[in-house]
Nanobody, 121 residues
């Protein structure tokens, strides 16, 4: 019933930009927070950014501050992740997930299947 579908991944050179989209169905962004995660090869999944129902957002770490931005369009049921100044260490599969709060990123209720971002040197 609930589906989250990521798109916008691809291959980009270091210093370039990408914009990812997370299209959600079966739930409304008025009721759920959305977290962007990423998982690099042989690494654990890492929370990157979260946007809450109110539009408030939070970073889970400092590595993407000043480079990544999260936003959403409630009418379109879509959440975006704009990534600028990309670095090779940003290479990962990027996932979006829905839950009740940004404070518990490890317990999201619904997950997408991910989109691959590859940043070349």
């Amino acid at each position: 019933q609930v589906q989250l579908v990521e798109s916008g991944g691809g291959l980009v050179q270091s210093g370039g930009s990408l914009r990812l989209s997370c299209a959600v169905s079966g739930l409304t962004l008025d009721d759920y927070a959305i977290v962007w995660f990423r998982q690099a090869p042989e690494k654990e999944r890492e929370g990157v950014l979260c946007i809450y129902r109110s539009g408030f957002f939070t970073y889970y770490g400092d590595s993407v501050k000043g480079r990544f931005t999260i936003s959403k369009d409630n009418a379109k049921n879509t959440v975006y992740l704009r990534m600028n100044s990309l670095k090779p260490e940003d290479t990962a599969v990027y996932y979006c997930a829905a839950g009740r709060t940004c404070s518990n990123p490890s317990s999201m209720s619904y997950w997408g299947k991910g989109t691959l971002v590859t940043v070349s040197s």
